[in-house]
Nanobody
Framework: VQLQASGGGLVQAGGSLRLACAASGSIRSINVMGWYRQAPGKQREWLARLTSGGYSDYADSVKGRFTISRDNAKNTVYLQMNSLKPEDTAVYYC????????????????WGQGSQVTVSS
């Protein structure tokens, strides 16, 4: 199972960006899909997660500004980022903790390749 991220780029403070991450491979089901980010010199930070049933959870740093959503049929998760700040500058990663595969196995801790988001002041 692979995760392919898209989106990101350069935006001015106060602007918006949308990230997408599509899972592909022998997928039977995915429960939780989420997003993390890592700024230069800092540890990777959890941002948001969304279950297949629609439960979502956010880090305080992005609550009210970022929205996670998904298309279960396409195994794709999105992160809509509004009111961006320079401190949001980071590489953003999608994550799937557990994937149930078609051959009744499980794959764990899959990561996308990372998308650079740069917010200028």
């Amino acid at each position: 199972v692979q995760l392919q991220a898209s989106g990101g780029g350069l935006v001015q403070a106060g602007g918006s960006l949308r990230l997408a991450c599509a899972a592909s491979g022998s997928i039977r089901s995915i429960n939780v899909m989420g997003w993390y980010r890592q700024a230069p010199g800092k540890q990777r930070e959890w941002l948001a997660r969304l279950t297949s049933g629609g439960y979502s959870d956010y880090a305080d740093s992005v609550k009210g500004r970022f929205t996670i959503s998904r298309d279960n049929a396409k195994n794709t998760v999105y992160l809509q980022m509004n009111s961006l700040k320079p401190e949001d500058t980071a590489v953003y990663y999608c994550n799937v903790p557990v994937v149930a595969t078609r051959d009744r196995q499980y794959e764990y801790d899959r990561w996308g390749q990372g998308s650079q988001v740069t917010v200028s002041s």
